[in-house]
């Protein structure tokens, strides 16, 4: 029998016999990578920023170059002439050479304490009209849905890509569940508010320090012209 088993092909040579070891590769219900999740990310911002201005970088569909993006400074270029030894490489005497010019290192001085929390920065140009677009295709997410609690807000917001790691919660306002979004990137500012009501949410853009160690849930909000100031 199990010769000739051996020797009989499967007509079914395309199922997978019950029973049997499903590929690691591909495991059923896995959640996908961090990688991924902020690789589809960086393709969302950079097809909004192409719909607010067609001129904007990864015009082509693509994730946009670092170069192309706001902050970016380049490769610093080299103080040392042809034919002289880069910092850092031992010349022909086994001395590495130190350019002449380089600052001497500063002196260590007491940490300095950011306060907390940071004031609000605003947004201006393609960042302004992003916060828009990014706002309507949350909002219209959650239209006409109840107040939802933070693990909804949670799913949903990661269903439309954007990374868990970027969502911050928020202390309730009023009762009803709150978060952050940070959508920083390359130099930006844009930040996302995103506040449970009884029919949806309400989602507000603001800025933020680009400064990396500033958080979204540090920033202090400017209160509206039209909002009572207690």
């Keep these: 029998m199990v010769l000739s088993g051996c020797g009989t092909q499967n007509a079914t040579t395309n199922q997978i016999p019950a029973g049997s070891a499903v590929s690691v590769s591909t495991p059923r219900g896995g959640e996908p990578s961090d990688d991924d999740a902020e690789m589809r990310f960086l393709e969302l911002i ?3 920023m192409q719909s607010c201005d067609p001129e904007a970088p990864g015009g082509s569909g693509g994730v946009p170059k670092p170069e192309d993006l706001p902050g970016w400074e380049g490769a610093p270029t080299p103080r040392y002439g042809p034919g002289e030894t880069p910092p850092g490489v031992p010349n022909a005497e086994g001395a590495i050479p130190v350019p002449l010019d380089d600052p001497a290192p500063p002196e260590p001085t007491p940490e300095a304490t950011r306060p907390k929390p940071v004031e609000e920065v605003p947004l201006a140009g393609i960042e302004t009209c992003s ?13 006409n849905a109840k107040t939802p609690g933070y693990q ?31 959508l920083r990137f390359m130099g930006g500012h844009l930040a996302l508010e995103v506040t449970g009501t009884n029919s949806g949410v309400t989602v507000e853009a603001f800025g933020a320090s680009e400064e990396e160690d500033v958080q979204v849930t540090e920033v202090k909000r400017n209160p509206k012209p039209d909002a009572p100031t207690s």
């Design 46 to 48: 950079a097809g909004i």
């Design 131 to 143: 916060g828009s677009e990014h706002a309507k295709r949350i909002s219209e997410v959650f239209k």
């Design 152 to 182: 909804d807000m949670r799913e949903k917001l990661t269903a439309l890509d954007y990374p868990a790691s970027r969502i911050h919660q928020m202390p309730n306002q009023a009762g009803a569940p709150r978060v952050r979004l940070d």
